[in-house]
C-alpha cells in the first residue's frame, strides 16, 4: 500500500485528490485546519476503497508543517506522495488590497507549500524516491490584473517546482506543478474582494467553469503517472498561456489598453459568461 498526506483534503479539488488515490487504494493523511470537513473526506475515502486519517495542520506554521512530516514518516514509514493543495485567494488592485490580504494569501499559498517541500524532500530522499505534486494555478503563468497576492503566491509555486524538478531527478523524486484556471471549486467561500464587480465576476467564473474538481484530479493523476512537470488544464488556459509566451509584450499592452480605456470589465466578463477564463 502507497502512502499520500494531502493538504487542504476537507473540500474542494483536495477532497478530489484524496478520492482519486482512494481508488488507487492508497492510505493517505488527509491534512486541514477544518477537521470536521477533513473527517467527511475521510469518510468518502473508505467507501471509495482507500484509508488513512486526519491531521488537523495550519500550514502558515512552519513548525505545524514540520510536526505533521514528523508524523506521517513515524506513521507510514515512508510517504510515496505529498500533495501541497491548500490555497486561497484575495482579488483587488494593488494599493487597494489590504496588505493583510497580501500576507494571508502569500502565507497559506506559498509559503505552506515552501514548508511542505522543505520538511517532506529530505526523508524522501532518504527513502530513495517518492513524488510531490504543488497545486499552483494559471494565474501563476498569466498574471492578469486585480489578483496580485494570488498571481505573485502561485508564480512562486512554478518556481519552486521548476527548481525542484531538476534538484530531485537524481534522488528519483518526481514533481508535478498544477496550473488550473478557473473551475468549480469551494475557493469562492473563503475568497477576498474589494468591490462588488470582483464578486460577480469570480461568480460567473465558476459558474459557467466547464471542468470541476473531479476533472481537474483527473488530469493531475494522469500527468502524475507520466511524471509530467506541468498540468494545465483547459483549452482556454492553454491557448492563454501561449499567448503570453509567444507574444509577452502584446499580451499585456493589449490588457493594460483595456484598463486604460475601461473596457476590462465588459472584456472579462463576456470571457466569464462563456467560460473562456
Known amino acids: 500500500m502507497k502512502n499520500a498526506v494531502v493538504t487542504g483534503a476537507g473540500s474542494g479539488l483536495g477532497r478530489e485528490l484524496c478520492l482519486k488515490l482512494a481508488e488507487r487504494k492508497y492510505r493517505i493523511l488527509l491534512a486541514d485546519v477544518n477537521v470536521a470537513q477533513a473527517r467527511e473526506s475521510l469518510e ?3 467507501k471509495a476503497g482507500g484509508d488513512g486519517e486526519i491531521y488537523a495542520c495550519d500550514v502558515t506554521q512552519k513548525e505545524a508543517v514540520e510536526q505533521m512530516a514528523r508524523y506521517a514518516f513515524n506513521t507510514f514509514r515512508r510517504v510515496d506522495l505529498l500533495i501541497n493543495n491548500a490555497g486561497v485567494t484575495s482579488a483587488g488592485f494593488t494599493g487597494d488590497i489590504p496588505i493583510e490580504d497580501w500576507e494571508w494569501c502569500i502565507n497559506i499559498d506559498m ?3 515552501i514548508y511542505g517541500c522543505h520538511y517532506f524532500i529530505p526523508q524522501m530522499r532518504t527513502q530513495g524516491g517518492g513524488y510531490i505534486i504543488n497545486v499552483a494555478s494559471a494565474a501563476g503563468l498569466v498574471c492578469l490584473p486585480e489578483m496580485g497576492p494570488y498571481n505573485v503566491a502561485k508564480a512562486g509555486v512554478i518556481a519552486l517546482s521548476e527548481t525542484i524538478r531538476t534538484e530531485l531527478a ?3 523524486i518526481g514533481v508535478t506543478v498544477v496550473c488550473p484556471s478557473f473551475f468549480k471549486t469551494n475557493l469562492l467561500k473563503s475568497m477576498r474582494y474589494q468591490n462588488d464587480f470582483q464578486k460577480e465576476l469570480a461568480q460567473t467564473t465558476f459558474d459557467r467553469s466547464r471542468l470541476n474538481a473531479s476533472d ?3 488530469y ?3 500527468a ?3 511524471n509530467r512537470l506541468y498540468v494545465v488544464p483547459g483549452l482556454n488556459a492553454k491557448l492563454i498561456w501561449l499567448d ?3 507574444a509577452p509584450e502584446f499580451f499585456y499592452r493589449f490588457i493594460a489598453f483595456t484598463i486604460k480605456n475601461k473596457l476590462s470589465e465588459k472584456l472579462f466578463m463576456f470571457l ?3 467560460g473562456l477564463t
Open 44 to 46: 468518502m475515502v473508505r
Open 272 to 274: 466569464a459568461q462563456h
Open 224 to 226: 502524475m503517472d507520466k
Open 216 to 218: 481537474i484530479a483527473g
Open 170 to 172: 537524481p534522488h528519483n
Open 111 to 113: 509559503w505552506g507549500m
Open 220 to 222: 493531475v493523476m494522469k
Open 244 to 246: 503570453k509566451r509567444f
